[in-house]
């Protein structure tokens, strides 16, 4: 089970079968998180931006839930897994942002008097193979105001960058991968049914979880 306790206890990285080249050291993370809060817009509050699971299971304490808005990126199943939904024998995919478009999701603003223990849980969560680049960036609420928050880009960099994330080259990958977390596919349909009750839409998803269901003869988990 993925909750805030098995990340502060460490169950939740055991049960991943990673392997242990990707994975990160505590100082690797700490000093990833340190890094970040030292770029942050001064005298602002804490958003966070949830593009994907953060949006149906943030494990974060907020004080505040916005649909937001990100201009110049766009959703991506760009990195490549071996653990989570997928294994190293099947490997599948995992989401991230690419640049180019536009990505409608959610902002999370991080409660004041749990600020320490929440960028922990997050950057636990998010760092544990380096496979985001920690950025802060202008989220445009439904009001039109905008804030600062926290975003996960794709480490371009990383070895578990994938070029081509297209339907077309990821759906049978996706359809196959499975792990301790549950299938690939079924990430995909919770993402659609998460956007779908924030009254969003995102056409790339959309057309991923239609290939998935024709690949599975027409049956949506």
């Avoid at 953060?54 to 839930?65: G, H, I, S």
């Avoid at 999701?105 to 997050?122: F, I, K, M, P």
């Amino acid at each position: 089970m993925f909750t805030r306790e098995s990340i502060h206890s460490g169950a939740w990285l055991g049960g991943l079968d990673l392997p242990n080249a990707l994975v990160w050291t505590q100082a690797q993370i700490d000093a990833s998180l340190a890094a970040a809060m030292r770029s942050k817009p001064p005298g602002e509050d804490i958003w966070v931006f949830a593009y994907g699971s953060l949006m149906w299971n943030p494990l974060l304490n907020f004080d505040r839930r916005e649909v937001a808005t990100l201009h110049g990126w766009r959703r991506s199943f760009c990195l490549r897994i071996v653990a989570g939904r997928a294994s190293s024998e099947v490997p599948g995919r995992m989401l991230a942002l690419e640049q180019g478009g536009t990505t409608q999701g959610v902002a999370l603003r991080l409660a004041a008097g749990h600020l320490d223990e929440d960028l922990r849980v997050l950057w636990m969560r998010e760092m544990i193979v380096g496979s985001y680049v920690p950025t802060w960036a202008s989220l445009e609420l439904g009001d039109g105001s905008r804030v600062n928050g926290i975003v996960f880009v794709a480490n371009t960099a990383g070895i578990q960058y994938e070029r081509d994330a297209s339907v077309g080259s990821i759906s049978s990958i996706v359809a196959g991968a499975k792990g301790s977390l549950g299938s690939n596919a079924e990430y995909v349909h919770k993402l659609d049914r998460a956007l779908s009750d924030c009254g969003l839409r995102d056409q790339y998803i959309a057309d991923l979880a239609k290939a998935l269901r024709q690949n599975s003869n027409g049956t949506s988990p």
